[in-house]
Nanobody, 126 residues
C-alpha cells in the first residue's frame, strides 16, 4: 500500500510558476514509477509526466507530455519519498486538478496506476 499526498497548488497569474509536491508513505517508494496527471472540468484525466528510478537507486528516465514539454519538469527525492512537478510559464489552459500516482511499471494511462493522491487545484488566470 502506498499513500500519496499532494501539495503546492494555488491561484497564479499566467506566466508564473508553481511547484507541486507529492509525498508518499506506506511502502518502498523508490520501486514505483511516479506519475503526474491533471483533470480539467469536463475533460478526461490527462498524463502530464512520470519518472522512474532504477532498482539500484539511479535515476532512469522521465517523460512529460508534449503539451507541457519545455515548461514542466519532474524530479524526485527518494530520501524524502517525494516527487515534484515544477511548472513554469503557466497558461490558463493548465488550470486543472493535479494528481500524483504510483505504478509498478512505466505507463501513461491512468488505469495503469495503482495508487492516487487526493489532488491539488491549480488555477491560472490571464
Amino acid at each position: 500500500q502506498v499513500q500519496l499526498v499532494e501539495s503546492g497548488g494555488g491561484l497564479v497569474q499566467a506566466g508564473e510558476s508553481l511547484t507541486l509536491s507529492c509525498t508518499a508513505s506506506g511502502s518502498t517508494f523508490e520501486s514505483y514509477v511516479m506519475g503526474w496527471f491533471r483533470q480539467a472540468p469536463g475533460k478526461e484525466r490527462e498524463f502530464v509526466g512520470a519518472i522512474i528510478w532504477s532498482g539500484s537507486g539511479t535515476y532512469y528516465a522521465d517523460s512529460v507530455a508534449d503539451s507541457v514539454k519545455g515548461r514542466f519538469t519532474i524530479s524526485r527525492n527518494n530520501y524524502k519519498n517525494t516527487v515534484y512537478l515544477q511548472m513554469n510559464s503557466l497558461k490558463p489552459e493548465d488550470t486543472a486538478v493535479y494528481y500524483c500516482a504510483a505504478a509498478q511499471k512505466w505507463a501513461r494511462l491512468p488505469s495503469a496506476y495503482d495508487y492516487w493522491g487526493q489532488g491539488t487545484q491549480v488555477t491560472v488566470y490571464s
